[in-house]
């Protein structure tokens, strides 16, 4: 499975380690994802997502109702 938040969308940055001696090679900065359950009370039912620290925020400041249906007009699965 990709490493991806299923509501903001944040992927792994690319760049390169730059060490001491100015030797640069490649690194990934992976986002922080979280795998995490809540309840839909419109469905009745559990949905786990796997979402960013910063996505459990907005989720936390929004609701997961609202959160939901943006993934579903974006086309998420859930």
Do not use: F
């Not at 001696?21 to 809540?38: A, C, G, K, L």
């Amino acid at each position: 499975m990709s490493v991806r938040c299923q509501l903001t969308g944040k992927k792994p940055g690319y760049g390169n380690h730059v060490s001491h001696s100015h030797v640069r090679t490649r690194r990934r900065w992976m986002p922080n994802i979280q795998r995490r359950r809540y309840w839909l009370p419109s469905e009745g039912r559990w949905i786990r997502l796997r979402l960013s620290t910063d996505a459990i925020k907005t989720i936390d400041r929004r609701g997961i109702e609202a959160a939901v249906a943006e993934m579903r007009a974006r086309g998420e699965r859930i």
